[in-house]
C-alpha cells in the first residue's frame, strides 16, 4: 500500500479515482470504493487532510483520524492513496485546474464519488463539471440512512452499536497513552489516559465496554463525577494486561456502553462497581 502527498509521486497509468473525505470509512464510502473496484482498473483514493471544514472555519467533529482511515481503507483493499492538503489553494481551484494537477497526472480514467462531492470555489465543480473534463464518472447514490452526520448523532447519545451498524466496523477512538492521576490503579484497576487529536469525536460520557491490543477493555468517558468532576478524560482499563503502554497509540474499539458517570457512597463502593463492569466488558458482544 503506498499514500502519498501529491500524485505525481505515483507511476501514471490508467486507474479509477475514489475521490472524497472517506470520514470514518462508513457503508456509503464503501459503496463508493465498490463501484470503483468493479470498474476493473486499478484504484486510487484521493481524499484531503485538514477536513474541508476545518479550512472553512465550520465545526467538524471526525469519525477517524488520517492515520486510522488509511489504515481502514488499507483494509478494504484499497493500494493507493492520495492525500491532498485541503488548503486556500486546493479550495478555489476550477475544475480545469483539479483536473489538470490532481486527475491527470494519476491517469485517471473514471472518477467514482458520492452525490455529495464538491470542489473548487464556492464548491462549484462536481462529477457533471469533472465529465466536461472529458473524464468517465460514476455517480453512487448513498446506503439509505448511512451519512456520517446520522453516525455523529448516534454517537452523541451514546448508541455505539447503532454507529457500528452504519459503519460497518466498531467506532474507535485512536489516541496516545499521557500520565494521568493514577486513580485507577489505586482502586485495583489500573488505566491507561487517552489524548486525542483535534476535532476527533469522542462518545456521550459513560462506561463502555471495548477492546484494544487484542484484550478486553472497559473505557471511561467523563470527568470523574465520583472525585468532583473536572477536566474531561478517557481511561481505558485493559483486563488481563499489565505492559507499560505511556506514549504508545491505542485504537480502542467500542462495543456497548454499559452505564452512565455515577457518584458512589464510597471507593470501595465504586471499585466494586469497576468489577462488574470488567465482567461485563469480558462478556460483551463485538458489534
Same mark, same amino acid.
Request: net charge negative; aromatic share 6%; hydrophobic share 45%.
Given at each position: 500500500?503506498?499514500?502519498? !502527498?501529491?500524485?505525481?509521486?505515483?507511476?501514471?497509468?490508467? &486507474?479509477?479515482?475514489?475521490?472524497?473525505?472517506?470520514?470514518?470509512?462508513?457503508?456509503?464510502? *464503501? &459503496?463508493?470504493?465498490?463501484?470503483?473496484?468493479?470498474?476493473?482498473?486499478?484504484?486510487?483514493?484521493?481524499?484531503?487532510?485538514?477536513?474541508?471544514?476545518?479550512?472553512?472555519?465550520?465545526?467538524? =467533529?471526525?469519525?477517524?483520524?488520517?492515520?486510522?482511515?488509511?489504515?481502514?481503507?488499507?483494509?478494504?483493499?484499497?493500494?493507493?492513496?492520495?492525500?491532498?492538503?485541503?488548503? %486556500? =489553494?486546493?479550495?478555489?481551484?476550477?475544475?480545469?485546474?483539479?483536473?489538470?494537477?490532481?486527475?491527470?497526472?494519476?491517469?485517471? #480514467?473514471?472518477?467514482?464519488?458520492?452525490?455529495?462531492?464538491?470542489?473548487?470555489?464556492?464548491?462549484?465543480?462536481?462529477?457533471?463539471?469533472?465529465?466536461?473534463?472529458?473524464?468517465?464518472?460514476?455517480?453512487?447514490?448513498?446506503?439509505?440512512?448511512?451519512? %456520517?452526520?446520522?453516525?455523529?448523532?448516534?454517537?452523541?447519545?451514546?448508541?455505539?452499536?447503532?454507529?457500528?451498524?452504519?459503519?460497518?466496523?466498531?467506532?474507535? @477512538?485512536?489516541?496516545?497513552?499521557?500520565?494521568?492521576?493514577? !486513580?485507577?490503579?489505586?482502586?485495583?484497576?489500573?488505566?491507561?489516559?487517552?489524548?486525542?487529536?483535534?476535532? #476527533?469525536?469522542?462518545?456521550?460520557?459513560?462506561?463502555?465496554?471495548?477492546?484494544?491490543?487484542?484484550?478486553?477493555?472497559?473505557?471511561?468517558?467523563?470527568?470523574?463525577?465520583?472525585?468532583?468532576?473536572?477536566?474531561?478524560?478517557?481511561?481505558?482499563? @485493559?483486563?488481563?494486561?499489565?505492559?507499560?503502554?505511556?506514549?504508545?497509540? @491505542?485504537?480502542?474499539?467500542?462495543?456497548?456502553?454499559?452505564?452512565?458517570?455515577?457518584?458512589? =457512597? %464510597?471507593?470501595?463502593?465504586?471499585? =466494586?462497581?469497576?468489577? *462488574?463492569?470488567? #465482567?461485563?466488558?469480558?462478556?460483551?458482544?463485538?458489534?
Amino acid at each position: 500500500m503506498k499514500v502519498v !502527498r501529491d500524485p505525481i509521486d505515483l507511476p501514471r497509468t490508467a &486507474r479509477a479515482v475514489a475521490i472524497g473525505s472517506f470520514d470514518g470509512v462508513h457503508l456509503g464510502h *464503501r &459503496r463508493v470504493l465498490d463501484t470503483a473496484f468493479e470498474t476493473g482498473l486499478p484504484v486510487a483514493v484521493l481524499t484531503f487532510d485538514p477536513h474541508p471544514r476545518v479550512l472553512l472555519g465550520q465545526p467538524v =467533529e471526525l469519525l477517524t483520524t488520517l492515520e486510522r482511515k488509511v489504515e481502514l481503507l488499507a483494509e478494504y483493499g484499497v493500494e493507493e492513496i492520495v492525500v491532498l492538503r485541503f488548503d %486556500s =489553494e486546493l479550495a478555489a481551484m476550477t475544475p480545469r485546474e483539479f483536473t489538470l494537477r490532481h486527475l491527470n497526472p494519476l491517469g485517471a #480514467q473514471i472518477v467514482v464519488a458520492g452525490p455529495d462531492f464538491r470542489f473548487g470555489h464556492g464548491r462549484a465543480g462536481d462529477l457533471d463539471m469533472l465529465r466536461e473534463e472529458g473524464l468517465l464518472t460514476r455517480l453512487v447514490e448513498p446506503v439509505p440512512g448511512v451519512s %456520517s452526520t446520522a453516525i455523529r448523532n448516534a454517537l452523541h447519545e451514546g448508541d455505539v452499536i447503532g454507529a457500528a451498524a452504519l459503519l460497518g466496523h466498531p467506532y474507535e @477512538l485512536d489516541g496516545r497513552v499521557v500520565p494521568g492521576l493514577a !486513580r485507577g490503579a489505586r482502586l485495583g484497576f489500573p488505566t491507561a489516559n487517552l489524548a486525542f487529536a483535534p476535532h #476527533q469525536l469522542v462518545p456521550l460520557d459513560g462506561i463502555y465496554a471495548g477492546l484494544t491490543e487484542a484484550h478486553r477493555a472497559a473505557v471511561s468517558i467523563g470527568v470523574n463525577i465520583h472525585f468532583g468532576g473536572g477536566e474531561r478524560r478517557v481511561e481505558v482499563h @485493559l483486563v488481563d494486561f499489565s505492559a507499560d503502554l505511556y506514549g504508545k497509540r @491505542l485504537v480502542v474499539e467500542l462495543w456497548q456502553r454499559l452505564r452512565g458517570e455515577q457518584v458512589f =457512597e %464510597s471507593d470501595v463502593a465504586l471499585s =466494586e462497581q469497576i468489577g *462488574r463492569d470488567v #465482567q461485563a466488558a469480558l462478556e460483551a458482544d463485538r458489534p
